[in-house]
């Protein structure tokens, strides 16, 4: 548990690590409604499992002074001791050329105007992507990795076992239609991973005949 700079782990924090806060969804489910007082609870879920959750009260029945107020507890994972967290988060409003507003939040450390927020593990309080640096997983993969992680994805997608060459299955409730399409792209990533290994492999091998050639020298 830390300020700013806590939360990294090996650097910047990863967006698929953090808690994060779309004002944008919360506007789209009635979560939050303009010219309402409105209040509930976000949850967040890892791997079907509940990862965090947080009360919330957002009033926005005058829309030059609104605000959304977070309530949380944060763990200090060196004491185990808990803290409540209030988060009190302005809001404000442009409007576009098409007419109608388009809401923002503003982070409560750079006062910067977004449209989420964001707390990673060992933080304290939710700020802007900026603010706390973060990153996304994708960025940090090498390339030759990338196909065998969006593999693993859809597998992750579909409830299935992780791994290359392992099977999918389609979930309960998914149209056969639905499935049809993830099951084309399962292949095309299983091809592309199959490609990658045997260069990796056709590399190691030419490494292993080079080391060969160097010792008969010796």
């Given amino acids: 548990m830390g300020g700013y700079g806590s939360g990294r782990q090996g650097g910047r924090p990863?967006?698929?690590?953090?808690?994060?806060?779309?004002?944008?969804?919360?506007?789209?489910?009635?979560?939050?409604?303009p010219g309402a007082w409105r209040n509930g609870t976000l949850r967040w879920s890892s791997g079907g499992q509940?990862?965090?959750?947080i009360s919330y009260s957002c009033d926005m029945r005058d829309p030059e002074n609104s605000r959304l107020e977070?309530?949380?507890?944060?763990?200090?994972?060196?004491?185990g001791d808990r803290k409540q967290q209030i988060q009190n988060i302005r809001l404000s409003y442009t409007v576009p050329k098409f007419g109608g507003k388009r809401w923002w939040m503003h982070c409560p450390v750079s006062g910067a105007r977004v449209g989420q927020l964001y707390l990673p593990p060992g933080g304290e309080l939710f700020a802007s992507r900026k603010v706390w640096r973060i990153g996304y997983r994708s960025q940090r993969v090498p390339d030759h990795e990338k196909p065998f992680?969006?593999?693993?994805?859809?597998?992750?997608r579909l409830g299935c076992a992780e791994g290359w060459a392992m099977p999918i299955?389609?979930?309960?409730?998914?149209?056969?239609?639905?499935?049809?399409?993830?099951?084309?792209?399962?292949?095309?990533?299983?091809?592309?991973?199959?490609?990658?290994?045997?260069?990796?492999?056709?590399?190691?091998?030419?490494?292993g005949e080079g080391i060969a050639d160097a010792s008969s020298r010796t």
């Avoid at 509940?50 to 959750?53: A, F, L, R």
């Avoid at 992680?149 to 992750?156: G, I």
Wanted: proline letters at 2%; one cysteine or more; charged letters at 25%.
């Fill in 14 to 33: 990863i967006a698929e690590h953090c808690l994060r806060i779309d004002f944008g969804f919360m506007l789209r489910k009635g979560f939050v409604a």
């Fill in 149 to 156: 992680e969006a593999l693993f994805r859809l597998q992750r």
């Fill in 169 to 207: 299955r389609r979930p309960k409730g998914m149209h056969h239609s639905s499935f049809g399409k993830l099951e084309e792209r399962y292949w095309q990533l299983d091809h592309h991973c199959a490609q990658v290994f045997a260069g990796m492999e056709a590399r190691l091998g030419g490494l």
């Fill in 50 to 53: 509940p990862s965090g959750d």
């Fill in 70 to 79: 977070l309530r949380y507890s944060v763990v200090n994972h060196l004491t």
